[in-house]
């Protein structure tokens, strides 16, 4: 049976601590570092948008590979943003990039099939690779940076597909120029596919981010992975997009779409299409509060003997505890009331890890400051 598949199949870090972060709602000072969501409302266009939409009536099954305006709007933002040309036709929009990924993991996947992660990586996809039959296989950075070094490593590995995630959750790390035309050359060389998961592509600060859908070499078999979650902060929305010039592979995925979901929720796809462009400001301003949180949060772990990585990106903070991730989170629940994700499912030398999010109100930053601050002093 499938569900001993499941069955198999770990619960992970940051689904315990929601569940932790449930049960001890009652303490009144607690601190959530642990979610991958944000503070910020969905902006209210958006919101009236939808409303008047739903009042209109569209609220019935639409076009099985998202509505056309909507492809059409994210075409064009993909191409003026991130100089990545899709045409309408190479979109399909999902409800939410999480499905999206798993239909392309489901399609590209032969049973025993090998996916190259890199480690520190996004704990959702390995249990994705699992379910489609294929073999997570994680491979180190040197540093943090993918060097010939990383190259060398990822040779040996033998793997036949590549999930990279960039700006990376939950380290934050935003690829250079350098370090893709490595990985794309590589792939190329070696006839490897990838997946990109650019979700967080809008959550940038001092470096540039570059899409992996500019590098016209690789387009061919590149699949890409967006979302609006975590740019319009309407992560309970449930909208994403798989772009891809293999018109086979996006001809099967659509198929997929229309046998799981049909289509993805209506309404909200005509409120976006509407609102696309000039919500992105709305972006600009979470992304200038997210960078003062960051900073903050850096710097107060700097005071500290943790060692935390400068993100570029994301909003998470991915710090060296010095000991076992999961005793660590529970010995700063109990001391000082703040949840935080143990990094041990972002990889597997990852145990003495822990992943904070600071996509929250800044005086809720200021006040964890604090307290990691005094319970930590150098
Ligand atoms: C790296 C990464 N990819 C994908 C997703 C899924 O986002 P969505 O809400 O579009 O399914 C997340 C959510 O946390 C994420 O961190």
């Known amino acids: 049976m499938r569900s001993k598949l499941i069955d198999s199949i770990s619960e992970s870090a940051s689904m ?43 609220t019935h099954y639409d076009n099985g590979q998202g509505i056309i305006t ?15 040309s899709y045409s309408p036709n190479e ?14 993991l489901f399609l590209l996947i032969e049973p025993g099939v090998k996916v190259g992660l890199f480690e520190p990586t996004w704990l959702a996809y390995v249990p994705m690779i699992k379910i489609s039959g ?6 180190s950075l040197d540093h943090n940076m993918f060097t010939e070094k990383s190259l060398k490593e990822l040779e040996k590995k033998n793997v036949n ?24 050359s590589f792939c190329l060389k070696k006839n490897i596919r990838i997946i990109s998961d650019e979700v967080y592509n809008e959550i940038v600060y001092d470096k540039q981010f570059i899409s992996l859908g500019s590098f016209e070499s ?64 709305t972006t600009r301003d979470m992304v200038t509060m997210y960078k003062k949180n960051r900073d903050l949060l850096y710097n107060a ?18 710090v060296d505890v010095g000991e076992d991730g999961d005793i660590f989170a529970e010995k700063i629940l109990e001391d000082l009331h703040i949840i935080v994700v143990p990094g041990r499912d972002y990889g597997i030398h990852t ?28």
């Not at 932790?20 to 991958?36: P, Q």
């Not at 933002?77 to 991130?82: P, T, V």
């Not at 979109?91 to 392309?104: A, D, E, N, R």
Request: charged fraction near 25%.
């Open 301 to 318: 772990f700097k005071k500290t003997p943790l060692k935390p990585l400068f993100p570029d990106g994301t909003f998470y903070l991915w």
């Open 134 to 139: 294929g073999k997570p296989v994680f491979c």
């Open 161 to 184: 597909i590549i999930v990279i995630n960039n700006p990376t959750n939950p380290s934050g790390k935003v690829w250079t120029s350098k370090e893709l035309n490595l990985l794309v």
């Open 351 to 378: 145990q003495n890890y822990i992943r904070l999010s600071y996509a929250l109100d800044t005086k809720i930053i200021r006040e964890a400051c604090r307290r990691f601050e005094n319970a930590f002093k150098k």
């Open 218 to 281: 690789i387009k061919k078999t590149l699949m890409l992975i967006g979302s609006f979650s975590k740019t319009f902060s309407m992560t309970g929305w449930r909208l994403g997009y798989v772009c891809g010039k293999d018109h086979y592979i996006q001809d099967r995925l659509l198929k997929l779409q229309q046998i799981v979901a049909t289509c993805p929720t209506t309404f909200t796809q005509y409120a976006l299409a509407d609102t696309l462009e000039e919500g992105l400001t």
């Open 16 to 58: 315990k601590m929601g569940q932790i972060a449930r049960e001890r709602k009652h303490i009144s000072d607690l601190i959530n570092l642990g979610i991958g969501d944000t503070h910020f409302p969905t902006p209210v266009k958006i919101v009236d948008k939808t409303y008047n939409y739903m009042n209109e009536g569209k």
């Open 91 to 104: 979109i399909i929009v999902t409800p939410g990039s999480k499905q999206g990924l798993f239909y392309c």
């Open 70 to 84: 909507l492809r059409e709007a994210i075409s064009r933002y993909l191409a003026k943003r991130f100089n990545a």
